[in-house]
Structures are given as C-alpha cells and as structure tokens.
C-alpha cells in the first residue's frame, strides 16, 4: 500500500501518534533511564546502576507509603463493590423517587478529590467534628480521633474515598442489573429462590464484567491517588499517610531528589502494568480467541 | 356499573418494604451528611462553630463567609480569595474542552471509518496511556514543555489536559462512530465526498449524543484537576482546585471554617451545577468512559 494512500486520516491522527510515542512512551523511557543516575536537582546522565532503587526498598517512607497503598487499596475496593452493589440492588427494588436516590448517591462523584478531602477533614475534625455531636449528645464513650491517630488515619482516607466513589459502582452495576433478561426473574420465582440468594448466587455471577471492570477503574485509580491525601491529611500524622505519588511528588518538586523520584515512579508504573496486564490479557486475547472458536 | 374498580391492585407496605425504605433512606442520609455540614457551616459564624454541635442548624443566619471566600480569604501573601481561581479555571477549562473534544472527534472518525495499516497498533498505545500514573509522566513532560517554551503558562496546562483527555475521548467517538450505519459512509463516499467533507456535513451533524457526553466528561474532570494544575498551570493561571487548598492550609492565623467551607462549596459548583442539569448525561458519560475498547 503506497504511503499517500488515505493520507488524510494518516495526517488526522498524526497528533495521535506523536503524542503516543512522545509522551507516553517516551517519557517511561525519559524516567527509566534516569532512575538508573544520581540526578538531584536536574537530570543529570551519570550512571549508578540500580543504586536508586536499593536505596528506595530501604526507606522506612517508602515501606509505609507501600503499605498504604495496598490498605487503601483493599478497603476502597472492596467498599466501592459492596456498597455500589448494595445501593444498585436497593434501588433496583422498584422503589419510589428512584431518581432522586440515584442523584443522591451520585453526587460527591461529582466533585473533585480536593473537595472531598477537604469536606471530610472538616467533618472529622477532633474538636468540632462528629466526635464532639456525639459528645454533646451524651455519647461520650464515641472516639473518632482517626486523623490525628497514625493507625487509623489512613482509613479516614478509606471513608472520604468510598462515600466519592461507591456512586460510580452503583451505576455501573444498576447497568448490568437492568440488562437481566426477565425471564431469569420469573424462573428464580418459580422454583422458590430466596431474593437475596438469587442476588448472591445467580445474579452476581452473571454481572461478572461489570464486576471486573469496576475493579480494574478502581485499581487503576487506587495508585494515582494523590490530591484527596493532600487535602485530607496532607500525608500526617508524621507521615502515617503517605502514598507512593506523594513520596514521588516531595522527592520531585521540594527535596530535589530527581533519581528517588524517578525510580519511585517507575516502580508505580511497574504495580499498574501488573494489575493491568492479566485483565488486558483476557479481554483482547482469550476472548477473541474464545470468539473465534 | 361495576363495583370492581379498574387498574392495578394498589400495592400494600409490607415490613420488607419498610425496612428497605429505611435502609436506603439512612444511606441516602449518610450520602447527603457531608453536603449538608458544608452548607450549614457556611451560614454560622466562628463562635456558634466553636460552641455549637458541627450539625446543628445555624441559630442565626450569618452570609459573612461567602463574599470574604470569594474575593479575600488569603493564600500565602496575597487576599484576593477564589476569584481569580475561578476565572483561571474558566481561562483553562474552556479552550482544554473544545481542543481535545474536537481532536479526539477526529481521531474517533480517523479510526472508525478511514483504518489504515497500523492505526490501531497506536491508538492501542494511545490507550494505554490513560492508566499510566501522572506521576511517571509529569517530570519528562514538564522538560518536553520547558523545551517548546510553553512551561507554566496557559497554553501548557491547555496542553496537557488534551493530552490527558485524548484517550478515553478517543476511545469513545470512536465507538460511537463505529455503530453508526456503514452504509451511510459508502453513500457519501460514492457521492464523492472526502475525508474532510464527510466529517463536517455528515459526521459532525449525527455527533450532538456523543459530543455532549464528551464535553460533560471534560468539564468536570479538567474543573476537579489538581495536580496538573499546580504543576503546570504556572504560579499566574493556577486553577480553582489548587487556590482553594492553599486557602484551607494556611499553616499561620486562625482557621475560619466558615470561609473554608463556602470556599470550597464555590469550588464544586460548577461541576454539582453540570452534574444536576445533566442528569441522565452524566451517567451515560460515566458508563461510556468506563466502557473498554
């Protein structure tokens, strides 16, 4: 096929393509290649072998924001599904004001994780926050003390994030449980299944692509989460909650660490093509290869 | 007559039905908790904040908050409070929207109906970059931008949000486009039309769906945007997300939550404005940008 053939839409997605290799491949490469210097301030090609990243694994820093991130990980995954399934399965009980629940969950999607940080900061606040209504309502045995307290902190995180993000799951799911063909209602009633059993044991299962990809957009999002620390908690107490993209971000942009960072940012990139790959791997390669048969 | 009135059998409460009502309302109520102790914290004044419950109504109605949040809350030395954080959103949303909407509109129609040998080799690579993590990204790309001379100016962080936006947008005009009729491009292109022609008097006029769930997708992901902002927007075009946490942290002084909390409620307007006169376009926008190729 000559070049010039079709080269309308070969100049149309130019802007495409460069981006892709430029950007996106290249700057993998870009900060593959100086994780493996001693750069600090600015980039600088003095070689050091893999230097930076033993000295990464050995930074108690980075061992807790590592161990955040798979606590955050957990806990927001897991509590987006549970309650976006459970909101779906509410509200797909023929309820009144549908519409009006829906928005409801919806909305603090709506808003930036700078916002809900902030809100939720507000709202745990040990001296003004829940803690005191409870207080003042006789309920003095409540503690709510989670920001100021290094362990629990990091569920405070947890909290702020799943009230932002089980909304997204509930619509997802409500998708995939409007698309249940009829008749596998009216059979469940026949032979006598429990509603909630169905739910469990019946539905679920079948719902199980829309379970995957809800995992995969949280998983994909659990490594980038950045901004909803820095307006929760800023990291602290001390650095209790830390996370991979802040100790990257410091290391970039306050301790003029440039090799840290990189290294740090490649590993982050690392953790996502192995949460990826086994999911791309099935969607593009066994199901076609399933489909062809 | 008949006695036998028509229509359904009016549906009697059971005590499953009232306790599912009760149960979603206290979700619904946990949902709204946040919202409502924004808003109302907005309205006191600091001392019925320090004396009172963070959740009960306001004794009096105090609008002190507001105009001081808007035009003089202090970040660092400077008192002008969130408008200039507005008017730079607005300065950065804008243009970012309608360039990478239009782009990737071509890109969609590029790879739907014009493929070539290896389009689809680089928008698989295109996507692929929407689930690298920024972090990995935002040091070589602010050297690529230092080197075009546009780091930390407007055209910069215009720029970046279209690199960010492209995949996902890509992604869906390119489904869209792909479940249009294939007949209907034959056609105009046995009438002679061209790869330009065919967009703009046949494509573009059938995008309006498509278009609008795009833009939707756009405005509320490039308005709740932090961390490209901060580091790219420059100290003079930094966005609203960003103003408003320098606002909120302010390590000196005395915190005023009430300025805090209307701060931040102007913040998410825009997006909580889209959101509810959207509706339905909103969720569509959700499940078509979580939607896999």
Redesign the interface.
């Known amino acids: 096929m000559p070049f010039y053939r079709n080269i309308a839409a070969k100049i149309a997605l130019l802007p495409m393509i460069v981006i892709s290799l430029t950007v996106f491949v290249g700057c993998i490469i870009y900060s593959f290649v100086y994780s493996l210097t001693n750069s600090k301030l600015v980039p600088v090609m003095n070689y050091v072998g893999f230097d930076q990243y033993e000295r990464l694994f050995k930074q108690r820093k980075w061992d807790v924001a590592v161990e955040n991130i798979f606590i955050y990980g957990f806990v927001f995954t897991i509590g987006c599904l549970i309650i976006g399934f459970l909101l779906a399965v509410l509200i797909d009980q023929k309820i009144r004001g549908e519409s009006l629940f829906r928005t409801i969950f919806l909305y603090p999607y709506a808003m930036s994780f700078v916002v809900t940080g902030l809100v939720w900061k507000w709202v745990l606040n040990p001296t003004f926050g829940l803690e005191n209504s409870m207080h003042m309502w006789g309920m003095t045995w409540f503690e709510l003390d989670w920001l100021v307290n290094r362990d629990l902190a990091i569920y405070a995180v947890c909290i702020a994030a799943v009230w932002q993000g089980a909304g997204f799951v509930m619509v997802l799911m409500l998708a995939g449980l409007r698309g249940i063909d009829e008749d596998i209602w009216k059979s469940l009633s026949i032979e006598g299944v429990a509603k909630w059993k169905s739910y469990i044991f019946v539905i679920l299962p079948m719902l199980r692509p829309m379970v995957v990809t809800a995992i995969v957009l949280i998983a994909a999002g659990v490594v980038k989460v950045y901004d909803l620390i820095l307006a929760l908690t800023s990291g602290g107490p001390g650095y209790a909650t830390t996370t991979p993209a802040m100790y990257v971000m410091e290391n970039f942009f306050s301790r003029a660490n440039l090799g840290q960072a990189f290294a740090a940012s490649i590993i982050m990139f690392i953790s996502v093509v192995c949460i990826l790959a086994p999911w791309a791997f099935y969607e593009f390669y066994l199901r076609n290869k399933y489909a062809n048969n | 007559m008949s006695t036998i009135p028509k229509g359904p059998r009016p549906k009697h409460l059971t005590v499953g039905r009232v306790g599912?009502?009760c149960?979603?309302i206290m979700?619904?109520l946990?949902?709204?908790?946040?919202?409502y102790?924004?808003i109302i914290?907005s309205l006191k004044d600091m001392d019925e904040?320090?004396a009172a419950?963070?959740?009960n109504l306001p004794k009096e109605l105090s609008f002190y908050a507001w105009p001081k949040a808007w035009s003089q809350a202090c970040t660092g030395f400077v008192c002008e409070g969130l408008k200039p954080g507005f008017v730079n959103s607005v300065k950065i949303t804008v243009p970012s929207v309608i360039v990478s909407v239009a782009?990737s509109a071509?890109?969609g129609?590029?790879?739907a109906f014009?493929?070539?040998?290896g389009?689809y080799f680089?928008?698989g690579?295109?996507m692929?970059?929407a689930?690298?993590?920024?972090?990995?990204?935002?040091?070589?790309?602010l050297?690529?931008e230092d080197f075009l001379g546009i780091y930390s100016s407007l055209p910069g962080i215009i720029l970046v949000h279209t690199?960010f936006g492209?995949p996902i947008l890509?992604l869906i005009f390119r489904n869209f486009y792909a479940s249009l009729p294939i007949d209907l491009f034959k056609a105009a292109r046995i009438d002679g039309g061209?790869?330009?022609k065919i967009f703009f008097y046949v494509i573009i006029p059938m995008s309006t769906p498509i278009t609008i769930v795009a833009v939707i997708l756009q405005v509320?992901g490039i308005?709740?945007?932090?961390?490209l902002g901060l580091?790219f927007a420059g100290r003079d075009n930094q966005p609203m997300?960003v103003q408003?946490?320098n606002i909120?942290?302010v390590d000196y002084g005395v915190a005023e939550?009430n300025v805090?909390?209307s701060a931040?409620i102007l913040?998410?307007l825009v997006?909580?404005f889209?959101?509810?006169i959207s509706?339905r376009w909103?969720?569509r926008g959700?499940?078509a940008g979580?939607?896999?190729g």
């Open positions: 599912l009502y149960f979603i979700c619904a946990f949902f709204l908790m946040p919202l102790v924004m914290t904040i320090r419950n963070i959740l782009l071509l890109n129609y590029a790879l014009w493929r070539f040998r389009a680089f928008f690579l295109c692929f970059g689930f690298i993590p920024y972090q990995v990204m935002v040091y070589p790309l050297k690529i690199i492209m890509t061209n790869f330009i509320t308005w709740n945007d932090f961390l580091v997300t408003l946490n909120v942290q939550y805090d909390m931040t913040t998410s997006p909580l889209v959101y509810f509706g909103f969720v959700i499940a979580a939607i896999k």
